[in-house]
């Protein structure tokens, strides 16, 4: 259907995005040995994905404009919150 073609497009775009990352992650653990701190890189995920659903579901209780606004701090919040939580555990 065409009106639904520019959620096709962010999907397409979003899946080559990942698929790129991953792709440069591979050749540069296999080529340059590097090796990554994959726990830190599990708890940034984990602290994205719940900010980045906090967003959405502060951001859908309003109108279009305070939704982006207000989900976008909710965000940034929840985000720096849980990134303090999961740091204050490392060091007790």
Do not use: D, E
């Amino acid at each position: 259907m065409r009106a639904h073609g520019a959620v096709g497009a962010c999907i397409a775009s979003g899946a080559a995005q990942i698929t790129a990352v991953g792709i440069m992650w591979v050749v540069s653990i296999k080529l340059f040995n590097v090796r990554l701190p994959w726990l830190f890189v599990a708890k940034v995920a984990l602290i994205s994905t719940v900010a980045s659903l906090a967003a959405h579901y502060v951001a859908m209780q309003f109108a279009p404009l305070w939704g982006i606004v207000l989900g976008g701090l909710a965000s940034v919040v929840v985000f720096f919150v849980l990134f303090y939580f999961f740091l204050s555990l490392i060091h007790i």
